[in-house]
C-alpha cells in the first residue's frame, strides 16, 4: 500500500491516497481467505463465498456511491476508476460486490446521487443497477444479465 496510508477520519479509519495514482492502476492486492458467510469486512466471491480480509488493511476501504476506485474480487486487486489525488479517501461501491449485505448502513457521503441507505445490488432498481455495471463482480455481472434477460 504505498501510495496510501491508513489515517483517522471523522467516521473512523481511513485509506487515503498519500502519492497520486493513475486512472486504471492497481491500488493494492486483495490478500485473505475464502469463507462461506460474510460480514462486514467481507466481499463476495460468488453466491457461497466470501472473501475475508483475515486483518489484512484493505478491510478499511470505505464505501462511496460515486468512488475512486473498483473492488476486483475475480482478479482479487482494487484498482483507480479515475485519477486519484494526494489526500483523497479511496472508496468503492459495496453495491458493486455484496447481493445483500450482511452489514447495511446509513451512507454519509454526500455525493450527488447518493442511495442513502447501502444494502446491497439486491436491493438497487434495474436503473441504479445499469449505473454500475461496469463495475461488478462476475457474480452480480451475471445476475444483472440474468434480469436483462428475463425482462427482454
Ligand atoms: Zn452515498
Not at 492502476?25 to 480480509?53: C, K, M, N, W
Request: with cysteine.
Amino acid at each position: 500500500m504505498s501510495k496510501t496510508a491508513i489515517e483517522q477520519a471523522d467516521f473512523g479509519q481511513t485509506i487515503r491516497c498519500v502519492l497520486p495514482i493513475a486512472a486504471g492502476e492497481t491500488i493494492f492486492p486483495l490478500p485473505g481467505r475464502v469463507v462461506p458467510a460474510a460480514d462486514r469486512y467481507t466481499v463476495q466471491i460468488d453466491a457461497t463465498s466470501h472473501l475475508d480480509p483475515d486483518g489484512h488493511d484493505w478491510r478499511l476501504t470505505n464505501h462511496s456511491c460515486q468512488p475512486n476506485a473498483v473492488m476486483d474480487v475475480d482478479r482479487r486487486e482494487l484498482r483507480a476508476l479515475r485519477p486519484i489525488a494526494a489526500g483523497e479517501d479511496i472508496s468503492f461501491d459495496y453495491n458493486t460486490t455484496e447481493w445483500s449485505m450482511a452489514a447495511p448502513f446509513a451512507c454519509e457521503c454526500r455525493e450527488p446521487g447518493c442511495l442513502g441507505t447501502v444494502r446491497g445490488f439486491r436491493f438497487l432498481s434495474h436503473a441504479q443497477r445499469n449505473a454500475i455495471a461496469g463495475q461488478l463482480s462476475a457474480c452480480l455481472r451475471g445476475q444483472l444479465m440474468v434480469e436483462t434477460l428475463a425482462a427482454d
